[in-house]
Nanobody, 118 residues
């Protein structure tokens, strides 16, 4: 049984920081690229950041470049999203995704709420 469990969301003021974590189990974590997505009310799901299986390459949405950092610890089967200089428009449910094109498999967590407000 594959599980992806996000944590670390919450309420933060504009300009503040949060670190999201996604703990994976039931899969060979080191063989999966990991991504963070978000969905705000009234908007479609947006790819925020992606990191390759070995952690050597990352990519970010233009809206978060320079503010967010994705990283992974394969020994802990965990991917992180460090979120700095948060803006109200970052408010969304953030979900992690594990994807292997080689295996043809794709898994999702249930998400964690991030609210940026004064």
């Amino acid at each position: 049984q594959v599980q992806l469990v996000e944590s670390g969301g919450g309420l933060v003021q504009p300009g503040g920081s949060l670190r999201l974590s996604c703990a994976a189990s039931g899969l060979m974590f080191s063989n999966y690229a990991m991504s963070w997505y978000r969905q705000a009310p009234g908007k479609g799901r947006e790819l925020v950041a992606v990191i390759t299986a070995a952690g050597g390459d990352t990519n970010y949405a233009d809206s978060v470049k320079g503010r967010f950092t994705i990283s992974r610890d394969n020994a802990k089967n965990t991917v992180y999203l460090q979120m700095n200089s948060l803006k109200p428009e970052d408010t969304a449910v953030y979900s992690c995704n594990a994807r292997s094109y080689a295996y043809g498999r794709n898994y999702w967590g249930q998400g964690t709420q991030v609210t940026v407000s004064s």
